[in-house]
Each structure stands twice: as C-alpha cells, then as structure tokens.
C-alpha cells in the first residue's frame, strides 16, 4: 500500500481488485477529532455497502410484510444501515422509534456512535443507545434507538405492547443470546395484537427456513384486515464481496493457547506485508495476559514490534478505548486488535486482513443439578471457526491462522453452537437482576445503602484489579494493603475510599495494581445506580464503620449463593446449602486460605474445580432472618449447628 485516501479530503484510489471486486484503501493517519469523514463523502461510503443495492426491496418488504428476515454477511451495513433507510423512508415519522437491539453492550455504543457520526447528529438526540445502567436517548427526539435486547425486554415490562416502536429489528439473531430468544417469542406474541408493527431479524448467518417457520402468524378470522401486512415472513439475503481467506492450522495441539498467540502475532508482523490483525481470545483476563506478554516478548527478542498498535476489544470497555479501535491505522503502523468472540460478528473492523483464532470462547452453561450457571473457556464450532476467518477476507484476500489442528476442526469440532437458553439458568433473565436489586432495597433498611451501591457497582466490572502475568506477587502485596477479614467485598470498599481520597488519580491505580479504567466505570455505574435508589426511593446512607450491617444486606440478597466449609478434608472445601455441590475460594479472594466457616460469594467459574470468586463471611442466623421460606427447608444443612 502506498497511497492513502483521506476521506473527505482528497479524490479516493480505487483499485480493482482480481476477482473483480473493489479494494478501498483505508484512510491515512486520523482525521479531525470531530469526524471521521468530510460529509460528503458519508453518502458514498454508504453506497459502497452490499446493502444498498437492496434498499428498495428492503423497504418494499418492511412495508408489506409482518415480519422479514435479512440474512447477510458481517460489514455488509445491516446494522448501520437499515434503521437509516428505514428512517428515511417515513417509519420514525409521527414521533415513532425504530428500535434496533444488539446482544452485546458495546455493539450498541459502537453502532449508535456510527450512526449519529454518519447522519451528521449528536448522539443522544435524533439517535441513541440505551444500555443498563445508560440511557443516551432524548423521549420526543430520538428516531433510531440502539439497545441491547435485554433492555428491550425491561421495557416490555412497562409498555407490554412495546407501543412507541414502529419497527424492531433483532439483530445478531443467529448468535441465538437467551434475551434475543426469549425476545423474539414475546415479539411474536405482539405481532398478533399490533399489525402496525413491523420485525426485521437480521443476521449473517441464520437458519432463515426455521426462523421464518416460527414467524409464521396465523391470523385469527375476526383480525384478519384485508389491508394489512403479509404475515407469512419475507426472506432476503445479501450478497457479501467478502475475498478468500487461506487456512492456516497448526501442526500439534498447542499446549498455551496465549504463548502461541503472541508467537503467531509476530511472527505475522515479522513475515507478512502491511494489513492489521484481529486475535480471537476468551475474555479480558486473556487479553490482558497475551497484551502483557507481546509486550515483554516483544523486547527482550529485540524484534521491531515498533509498527505494532495493540489494543484490546471486550464489553465493558470504556467508550474512549472504543474509539481507538475503530479508528484508521496510521501510515506505516500495524493495528492488533486482541478481542473476545464480539468481533465474530457484532462488530466489523476495517482493514483486518491477518486472524489468529484460539479456537474458544467464553461460554454459559448452566448444570440444573448443581443450580450453578458457570461462564466456561470452552470449544467454539466450526460456524464460529468460519465466521471468525471471514474477518480478515474484508478488504482484501487475507489469512487466518487456527491455533488448532485441521484434524481437530474436521473430526471434533461440533458444526453449530447449542443455543444459550439450552445451557443457561432462565432466573436471571425472567426476573431481571433480582439478588442485586434485594441487596439493595435491604440496604435501605439497615442504612448502609452508600457502601451496597458502591459493592454493586463494583460488582458490575469484571475486575477492579489490574490483571496479567508477571505481577502476581506484587499485586498480592498490593492487595493486602486494602484486604478487609471481613471479604472482598469490603475490601472493595476500602479500595474505593483510598481511589476517591487520591483524587482519582490513574497514577494511584497504577501504584496499587487497581484497574483505573475499570473504576472509572464503577465511578459511573455507581452514579446510575444512585440516580435509579433515588427514585425508588431508598434512603440513601452510609453506615461508615458498622460492616455488619453491609454484610446484612449482602445476605439478604445473595443468600442462595451461601457456603459452608467442610472443615474435615483441611482443603478448603466447601458445600452449597443449597445444593451441597463442592466448591472453593478462588485464589484471587481475599479469604483464600482464610476459609471462614461461613461465606457467601458472588459468582462461580469453572476450570479444573468450582471456584467462588468474591466472597464474604457471614454469621448462620443472617440467613434464617434473610429468607425464612427457603432456610426452612435446609434447617438442618443451613442453621443447625
Ligand atoms: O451489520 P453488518 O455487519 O452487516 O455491517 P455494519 O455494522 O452496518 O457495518 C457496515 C460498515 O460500517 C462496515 O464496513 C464498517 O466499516 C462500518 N462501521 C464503522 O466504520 N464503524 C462502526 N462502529 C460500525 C460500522
Ligand atoms: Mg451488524
């Protein structure tokens, strides 16, 4: 490559490509901070999608079909476009919303973000997101909204017939989320009473034949309106121009997914011409690890890793990073973007032409025996696999690297994911976040509601400490000047004052091994959560130095998760109350090794054994007071000493 088009700025290279496909060159060093592109050229680069040679057929389809399903390949434009056509089209006309849900939260800022850039508005006015815990929308203004389809279920709770939206577009459908699922049966429902109404359900990869299947509405006699839509479900796929991608698999098992990782990532950098890498790893624990190792490798091997940007990509990570990501690679350098299975397909990113595929992701599974809903690293399928080489055939033909063998990925590899409502517990997402919310309206009672949002707040990150090898037993140390006997969740509390009395200084952060992005966002979540007490009318006040009371609360909302120790075996082994499964403090707890008689923790995961990451000691007669009915039944597990 060696010219760059500045859009906006200079006439655009356009070069034809072999097979008869066009190759854009992506822009040069960024833009203005304000935009990514002069206007007029946002028209172009919109034309310049797949999707656009179907706007009138997409349009003719919405209007005169109940419902319609549009399958088409990542970066074709569905997400970014379709609201917009339908927006030009009349249907947010009168005050209406188009509503376009997304599985992941960062889908929904990165998306609603692009698409105010390309309309030329702020976001939070004509287009907005809503998120947990964020609602960036303007009642009477916003015409697209972006949100997750959790969300949209919350909304059905207050307005059963999701009344304001024209039309809805259930996007991701082929990842098959267990909202997404239970969202689309509750759309059907609607449909029935609302022929107003109008579903797209877009994917890039579906089973449109069964979905369309399930769509399929049978009017009654007495609704039937000669005038209304079809209700037999529209099926429309869009040609992709994606370029071939060769298949690299390794030769052996790779025994550290991670190591090889940053191996294969320099060895790109070292060996290949210019184009950015996308790396398929589980969750931001890994990422971090295989950011600080490429790092560390990539000095001591004296190797120029000089070109290389590397950057993570996982939900939760704050909107500033975001912007990184999606911004053009500059002249000469080389973008790594370390990513869990969100860039599969909920995002696309430009100028990827190098994958390297670890083969797993993090997964829910949910074992109805045990009542444990474990986050596990598991195998991905050989649809994800394929999904997952396709990013890096965007611009032009690429490479993807397997970290698996190709006897593995024909043999073992199962072809389709199972569906998470087959692998979850359904609690959660019937009743949205209940143990939380306990927590909190308990808080009111005892007067510590203060200290529980800040916990809940905390909660809410994946992890306020800074993650990675290397640093273990300085972080330890770290660590134990906050550590609280009480657990981890009021050494959270002590973490948060000593962030707060820093002045919330990232230099603070960097000095005690704490995440200071992720307390930013707790900062954030907390100031939420604060708004939401207040008007629920909670009393909000702190119980300062009274823990007992903080660890009431957490009691009175997580009493289904408490533990008891199994003080024969002198492992640290637990049992559940409620269901004697056996189970351990995680390492990275406080307690570890504390192992207090009772406790109560916040989450499990799963490797080689049950580990209960967050945990709190609690006295026995806290959860007879807590929850009467359901002590009852474990009187003589629970409280009988
Ligand atoms: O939904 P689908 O995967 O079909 O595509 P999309 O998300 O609408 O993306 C269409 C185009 O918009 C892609 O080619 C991306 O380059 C661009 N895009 C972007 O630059 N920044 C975003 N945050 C989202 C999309
Ligand atoms: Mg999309």
Request: hydrophobic share 35%.
């Amino acid at each position: 490559m060696s010219q760059f088009w500045k859009p906006g700025t200079e006439k655009p290279r356009i070069v034809d490509d072999e097979e008869g496909g066009i190759l854009f060159l992506s822009a040069s060093a960024s833009s203005s901070s304000s935009s990514r592109f002069g206007y007029a050229s946002v028209e172009k680069q919109r034309q310049r999608l797949p999707v656009y040679k179907y706007r009138t057929s997409i349009l003719y389809l919405v209007e005169t079909h109940a419902t319609t399903i549009i399958v088409g390949e990542t970066g074709s434009g569905k997400t970014t476009q379709i609201p917009q056509y339908l927006k030009e089209a009349g249907w947010a006309d009168g005050g209406r919303v188009i509503a376009c849900t997304q599985p992941r939260r960062l889908a929904v800022q990165a998306v609603a973000a692009r698409v105010a850039e390309e309309m030329g508005v702020k976001l939070g006015e004509e287009v907005g997101y809503t998120i947990r815990f964020e609602d960036l929308t303007n009642p009477g203004t916003t015409m697209i909204k972006f949100l997750t389809d959790g969300v949209l279920l919350r909304e059905m709770m207050d307005d059963p017939l999701l009344t304001k939206y024209s039309v809805i577009m259930v996007d991701e459908a082929h990842e098959r989320s267990i909202s997404t699922d239970i969202l689309l049966g509750l759309l059907k429902k609607i449909q029935r009473r609302r022929p107003d109404l109008r579903l797209i359900i877009s994917s890039a990869t579906i089973e449109a034949k069964s979905m369309s299947t399930f769509f399929q509405i049978r009017r009654r006699a007495l609704e039937a309106e000669e005038s209304g839509p079809r209700m037999e479900p529209a099926i429309l796929s869009v040609e992709g121009r994606g370029f071939n991608v060769q298949i690299h698999f390794v030769e052996e098992p790779v025994q550290d997914y991670i190591r090889h990782t940053v191996s294969t990532v320099l060895s790109i950098h070292d060996q290949e011409p210019m184009g950015d890498i996308l790396v398929f790893l589980t969750g931001q624990d890994d990422i971090d690890a295989a950011i600080q190792l490429l790092n560390e490798e990539a000095q001591s091997n004296g190797k120029n890793s000089s070109g290389l940007i590397i950057l993570p990509l996982y939900s939760g990570l704050p909107r500033a990073e975001q912007e990184l990501i999606f911004s053009p690679t500059p002249r000469g350098k080389r973008k790594v973007v370390i990513a869990t299975n969100i860039a599969e397909t909920s995002l696309t990113l430009e100028g990827i032409v190098y994958v390297v595929d670890s083969g797993f992701s993090k997964q829910r599974f949910y074992n109805p025996i045990s009542d444990i809903e474990n986050l596990v690293v598991a195998p991905i399928s050989k649809a994800s696999a394929r999904q997952r080489a396709g990013r890096a055939g965007r611009v032009r033909p690429g490479k993807c690297y397997r970290l698996y063998t190709e006897e593995y990925f024909v043999n073992e590899m199962s072809a389709e994911g199972v569906p998470e409502m087959q692998r979850s517990n359904l609690v959660s997402c019937v009743i949205q976040e209940p143990m939380v919310s306990k927590m909190i309206l308990s808080s009111s009672e005892l007067g510590c509601s203060e200290e529980i949002i800040t916990i809940a707040a905390i909660l809410s990150v994946q992890s306020i400490w800074v993650s990675g090898r290397g640093v273990k037993k300085d972080m330890d140390e770290a660590k134990l000047r906050f550590a609280a006997s009480e657990g981890d969740h009021v050494t959270f509390l002590n973490v948060y004052k000593g962030f707060l009395q820093s002045g919330k200084s990232s230099q603070w952060c960097h000095k005690n091994y704490v995440n200071y992005q992720a307390m930013k966002k707790v900062i954030e979540t907390r100031e939420q959560l604060r708004r939401i007490a207040q008007r629920l009318g909670i009393v909000l006040k702190s119980s300062e130095r009274d823990m007992q009371v903080v660890r009431k609360a957490v009691t009175a909302g997580f009493f289904a998760n408490a533990c008891r120790i199994e003080a024969f075996t002198h492992n640290g082994m637990y049992k559940t109350v409620r269901g004697s499964q056996e189970v351990y403090i995680h390492p990275s707890s406080v307690l570890f090794r504390v192992n207090p008689k009772w406790i109560i923790y916040h989450s499990i995961v799963s490797t080689d054994r049950q580990y209960m990451r967050n945990v709190i000691s609690i006295d026995p007669s806290w959860l007879r007071e807590a929850a009467p009915h359901f002590y009852q039944n474990h009187r003589h597990n629970a409280t009988g000493h």
